[in-house]
């Protein structure tokens, strides 16, 4: 388990990897009451998908991505959308902080190996984000600077273009195979981290190494686990 050639960069999604992601707790606590208990599950579960819907078309800032996906999943479940609820469902994101133990392993991998972060934020919510992580990124790259949304393979071309690199000198970590491993994997990247935080199933014949504990990813580079 671990790599045995150091990368020149190890790459990061930062939403739901490294912040913990609530959108689906903020859409909860905005839509309020406005939100039956009896559809409330499948419209979370059908707005997520069609996030990932919105991602794979045509570039749109971030706010749009949210409130289409919103009026979508409205429209599925016999809800009124309201813009203004999108909007406030936005604003909110750039306040979530990182999971558990995330800081510390950042900081521990950082004097190895430098990081970067490549991310469906806009660039303004990603700068804040990645404050928010509180550790030393090299690069934080956003879907509006690149003009287009992982899952697409372009986001992936962009990475390689301007950190100038091949496939073989990256380590790509996220936790999510839908967003980004499989891409990653089409697009040549051998040496994948999965971070496994239980909200999709394991893809395993992608070809990465499965943590569910990020304070085991160091390690992964030769670095000691720290003691309990």
């Not at 992936?156 to 073989?168: C, Q, R, S």
């Amino acid at each position: 388990m671990g790599f045995e050639v150091k990368p020149k960069f190890v790459t990061f999604d930062m939403n739901g990897t490294l912040i913990r992601f609530s959108i689906n707790d903020a859409m909860r606590e905005v839509l309020g009451d406005r939100l039956p208990a009896e559809v409330a599950d499948e419209y979370l579960r059908i707005c997520k998908a069609y996030r990932i819907d919105e991602c794979t078309g045509p570039y749109q800032p971030f706010h749009q991505v949210v409130a289409r996906s919103m009026e979508r999943a409205s429209r599925r479940v016999g809800l009124e959308y309201r813009e203004d609820e999108a909007r406030a469902v936005y604003e909110r994101i750039p306040t979530w902080g990182p999971y558990p133990g995330v800081t510390e392993a950042l900081n521990r991998l950082a004097e190895e190996v430098p990081l970067v972060i490549i991310t469906n934020s806009d660039t303004a919510h990603a700068v804040r984000l990645a404050e928010n992580l509180k550790a030393p990124f090299e690069v934080v790259i956003s879907a509006e600077e690149m003009g287009v949304y992982k899952p697409r393979l372009a986001a992936f071309e962009y990475a390689f273009d301007k950190l100038g690199v091949t496939p073989d000198e990256l380590v790509h970590v996220s936790a999510s195979p839908m967003y980004d491993h499989r891409s990653a994997a089409v697009m040549g990247i051998e040496n994948k981290v999965y971070v496994d935080r239980g909200f999709e199933h394991d893809e395993h014949w992608l070809g990465y190494e499965r943590i569910t504990d990020i304070a085991d990813l160091p390690v992964l580079f030769g670095l000691p686990r720290p003691a309990a």
